[in-house]
């Protein structure tokens, strides 16, 4: 029964911090690249964290591995933070839960998952519930949401990495897993600053 408290935190505290993330990129900063990059310093304290009170393990797997759940995750956070700034706070919340469908279809195939038809049905009524709030008429044109594609895309990118994380996990400690995705995540962030235009955005960010 554990599982159905987590089950019921984890999409509160997420929707909190859509809230929060949204009220940022609407008063404060524009640029969603500017805001991922002042993420570094909460991602570096995370991950010395869990060096030092985790142990870590340096074995090839966890290099493999947490670099390309890294990645994964560097991409969803792009689109994440690219749908927030360009969608409703309620849109951009319910358009995001394309995931579940993906991860079902490549769960199903991948680790022979196979759900029950109910839960199934459900998946599709997210799906559903998705399109219907993407669903725009603006001059008496009817058009859906310009970032349904953003929204699908983080749909597909976030099954692969379920998938991947569930296989992974069957044979890799968790906390060494976490903190190598969480480096991989700190190098990526970085590359962004090699954008000479960005670095004077987060320069007047930090100075104001």
Do not use: C
Request: aromatic share 18%; hydrophobic share 55%.
């Amino acid at each position: 029964m554990e599982w159905f408290y987590f089950a019921l935190i984890t999409p509160a505290l997420w929707a909190l911090g859509v809230l929060i993330d949204k009220f940022v990129l609407s008063k404060f900063i524009k640029n969603p690249a500017s805001y991922l990059i002042l993420w570094i310093p909460a991602a570096i304290i995370i991950a010395t964290s869990i060096f030092i009170f985790f142990g870590i393990s340096f074995n090839y797997s966890y290099l493999f591995f947490g670099f390309v759940l890294g990645v994964l995750n560097f991409t969803i956070l792009m689109l994440y933070i690219k749908i927030l700034a360009r969608e409703e706070t309620t849109k951009a919340i319910t358009l995001l839960y394309a995931g579940p469908l993906f991860t079902a279809i490549l769960s199903a195939i991948f680790l022979q998952e196979i759900l029950s038809i109910p839960k199934y049905f459900g998946i599709l009524l997210i799906i559903g519930s998705t399109l219907l709030l993407s669903y725009q008429r603006s001059g008496g044109r009817h058009s859906l949401s310009p970032v349904l594609g953003l929204a699908l895309s983080i749909g597909i990118v976030s099954g692969v990495h379920a998938t991947l994380l569930k296989y992974v996990l069957s044979f890799l400690n968790y906390w060494s897993l976490y903190f190598w995705t969480q480096l991989a995540i700190i190098m990526l962030l970085f590359t962004l600053l090699f954008d000479r235009k960005l670095r004077t955005e987060i320069y007047n960010i930090l100075t104001t």
